[in-house]
């Protein structure tokens, strides 16, 4: 399984260390790399402790140039064509590999793998995971894995909201090809990418056991554009373009409520 983990480093995380020990005890090893556009020598130093390669990409940070260089990055220098792009605030549980290897395995034409996931907060105590409950129930078609490289079946779990965990998802290159995210969103990119993807080739492999845990806390980006308000105008821009817009204004009044699982 020619597979990477590439860790998309931003500024100075204090979870950082976590996320990297949780990939280096996976069941089945992978390559592991920083990449980041944000060096410090605290992302140095952690980087040279575990003997993981650091790319550095100059320029300006922008989520759409820095999660391509991200992925880029693991194909050219570890060869993968199946690239993780591990959020540093989270924690990948042992078994993901082995499910990915399982999965990639059964379904070649996998173009998409992505797992169940447990909410925890900033000092990685388990919360209630309203959010993940919903999307839960987006993505329960995706449990028929035999069509699930039917268009209106990978789309069912992206119409009604994004039932789709980003950190959970690993990219197979050789069928989303290159550069995997072709939007310039600061928040629904992964949303918009898988859209795009549900229309294309390739099979959505869903496993619904929690592998990993993704962390809820103030400095998480998530948190940011609700604070913001930039995730609620580009959610709403994304829910016009699938259905009309009394509709798309309708869905997004119920989905804004899956917002306070974020303040919890």
Known sequence: MKHTFSICAYGDSPYLEDCIVSL???AIKSNIIICTST????ISTIAVKH???LYIRDGESSLKADWNYAVETAVNETGAELV???HQDDIYERNYTRALSKAVR???DMSVFFTRYRTIDKNGKLINGKAEKVKRILRCLLRMRRIADKSIIKRSALILGNGICCPSCTYNVN???LPVFRNSDHFVIDWETLLRLSKEPGRFVCVERELMSYRVHDGAETSK???NHNREKEEYAVFKSIWPTPIAWLIMRFYKLSYSAYSE
Do not use: F, K, V
């Open 225 to 227: 554009n609700i604070q």
């Open 84 to 86: 993780t792009l591990a």
């Open 106 to 108: 059964i379904y070649p």
């Open 24 to 26: 280096e005890n996976q």
């Open 175 to 177: 069928i989303t090809g």
């Open 51 to 53: 003997g993981i390669n």
């Open 39 to 42: 060096p410090s020598e605290y």
